[in-house]
Structure formats: C-alpha cells, structure tokens
C-alpha cells in the first residue's frame, strides 16, 4: 500500500518534470527563431518599442497622434494589432495583427505604423525606408 502510494508520487513528479522540459524547450525553440521586435513609429519617429517575445499578459495602449486622433494597440505574445482607431477608414484596424515584418500596419490619417523587425541586420533595412 506504501509503496504503490510511493511510486505514484514518483509517476507524478516524472511527469511534472516531463511538462516542465516540454515547456521549456518550446519557449526555448521560439526564442531561438528570431527575436521580434515591435517599432510603433508617429510620423516617422520611434515611439515606442516592444519586445514581442517577452509578452506575459497581452495588453493594450494609446497612442495620440498630434491632429488629435488616437490608435488603440494591442500586444499579445509575438504579435501586435491595432483594436481601435479614431480614423475615418480604420484601415489600420481592418488590418488586425502582424507577426512578422511583411507587412507593417499603417494608419495614414494618424500618422501611425507598427513594424516588426527582427533583433539583427533587417533591423536598419526596414526602418531606414520608412523613417524617410
Ligand atoms: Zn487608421
């Protein structure tokens, strides 16, 4: 009886520690793809930049454009959106979110773009054309 009590306890802590290694090597494997990076540019200067691989809880903010309209963005693990936008086409919005540096989200009336880029050489190639 002790001892069947024993070995379930055994099977249990195998088996946390079996999720623990799965868990960390899938972290480790996202990590050792490329680091993504968020620029969120206002026209045309960096305003904030984020770090897309280190998201613990997704979360949104507010940027306000000079003209007095506003973008809502949202961050999520590896990706960024923006949700709301006082612009007249929500282009932007229509746009939902980017997980990589295809395609940057912009919103013309606001004067607004998200980038993704990654932490190395492609860093300078596609910011230097937009900040332009
Ligand atoms: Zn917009």
Excluded at 20 to 41: D, N, P, R, W, Y
């Amino acid at each position: 009886m002790e001892n069947t009590k024993k070995n379930l306890k055994w099977a249990c802590v195998f088996l946390l520690l079996l999720i623990i290694c799965l868990f960390v090597s899938v972290i480790h494997g996202q990590l050792s793809e490329t680091a993504k990076t968020a620029q969120i540019m206002q026209y045309g200067k960096v305003v904030q930049t984020i770090d897309l691989q280190n998201i613990k809880e997704p979360h949104e903010f507010e940027i306000t454009a000079i003209n007095g309209g506003s973008n809502i963005i949202r961050v999520e693990n590896v990706k960024i959106g923006i949700v709301h936008a006082s612009c007249p086409d929500k282009i932007c919005v229509k746009q939902g979110f980017i997980t990589n540096g295809t395609l940057p989200i912009v919103c013309l009336p606001n004067k607004l773009s998200v980038v993704i880029t990654n932490n190395n050489n492609e860093l300078d190639a596609v910011t230097g054309g937009i900040t332009k």
